[in-house]
């Protein structure tokens, strides 16, 4: 609206040379950064979902940002694992967890010798709740978000919003110098609330208690059916088959889904992340959070940062060929929809940019893919912990020589190994060996061997090496074959991410909004791309330990 009036005021006085280049030079000082740069992520999403649900999409979500953006269509995760902390982290400081040291959403940590999350701060205390969930900060993340280095850049200044009903997505995309990072209070028998944590505030502010006494949350407690008729979702598999989960209290995986009365049963106010009305949810959140944290309403661009977690859940509860899937997808199209037309409305159109990318995608469930004579299969890794551990007790004559296995990483018990004067670098060797005998295991690495990687090793040592921290990762690290993952109760139906391959790598990346032009490349694209075009966009400091391109091709 602004531009309008400078705009008309340029005509009118455009005899006057003097009183035009004043007025001139005034619109280029506004022209110049965005009031509001707006990264959304939608947890799980695969590029192909931009494409089968195309159809069905409306004009004003995904298809805005497609008709209107520039389309990256070959974009993708640089390393292993794509779990949503390392995706979050890598987004925002442009880097890989061999840097950023979000090696995982856990990890074994040698220091503690116990797991630990990406997010867990016990420094730090719950703010609008009593639960462990309040106590996150980004503590354990090394490197700066493109949001830290504008607040640096603006002394302050800018602010910077992270929601999201994970933690670690809100707080992770946020940053170290975030005025805020509200999360959903998850844990069990939480009360269906926005919290934070000290490390942002001492209080909760009055416009988020307002949102939670609101009944937000529970209003969203109703039935789940397919928002079109379930006739017409050609684009996925039938309603009924066995590849889905089924909520406590329901016969079949199948619509539709009365949600208040599975509610009980199903973990609580837990159960709206597995449906799409956590996403409906989290997008009311943003946009109160535009008015009420007063984003892009100056000249000094803020950072509002949304992380959309209901796809994730849904999708690893029922898997990427399900209607329920595709059903919270064209309810996010809406949501989204809803979000951009506020942001016209309260930053104003064309006053904003917009960027949307995934945190990694997912593999279709494996006995799906067996039942259509794809190779697949799940592996049983802790079946494997108790036999490699023997086969070292038999071999070494030492027991526990395994300490711990997550993220398809061993580590090993280091101590026991020198007091025992066994050669470190002996057991490791033996182990892989043992490791490779495994039906589904494709590949076996040993720390000493990735550090030692170059480039022209290969593509999967590329991606293992950028996915590797010296000092957080394991000793030995296996890859499973395409479309295999790891087997707990809750995978044998869904899906669960965390390869190299191109259905876990392979996300959107959309940029939108001011600064931006219309169009679309094949041209390969790296998550560590996204921060520095962001920071190049606004003429601020790349993150600090980034090391990808600006993706120039997008700026207008
Ligand atoms: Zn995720
Ligand atoms: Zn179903
Ligand atoms: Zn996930």
Redesign the pocket.
Known sequence: MKNIFYLFLALLTCFSCKAQNLVNSEIIEDNENPKLVVGIVVDQMRYDYLTRFNNKYGEGGFKRLINEGFNCKNHHFNYIPTKTGPGHTSIYTGTTPKYHGIIGNDWFDKALSRNVNCVEDNEVTPVGTVSNDGKKSPHRMLATTVADENRLFNQMRAKTIGISLKHRGAILSAGHTANAAYWFDYEHNGEGNWITSSFYMDDLPKWVIDFNTSNAAEKYFIEWNTLFDINSYTESG????TF?RIFNGKE????PYDLKALKTENGNFDMIAVTPFGNSLTTDFAINAIDAEALGKDEITDVLTISYSSTDKVGHD?GPN???VQDTYLRLDLDLERLFNALDKKVGKGEYTVFLTSDHGAPNVPNFSISNKIPSGLFDESKMFDEMNSFLENKFKVSGLILSRINSQIYLNHEEINANNLDLEDVKEVLSLKLLEYRLIDKVYITSEINQFEEHDGYLETLLKNGHNQKRSGDILFVYNPEVFKDTPWNRTGTDHHSGFNYDTHVPLLFFGKGIIQGQTFKRTEVIDIAPTISALLGISFPNASIGQPLEFVFD
Do not use: A, K, M, V
């Open positions: 039938s309603d009924l088959n889905e079949t995986s199948t619509f029922f399900s209607i329920e």
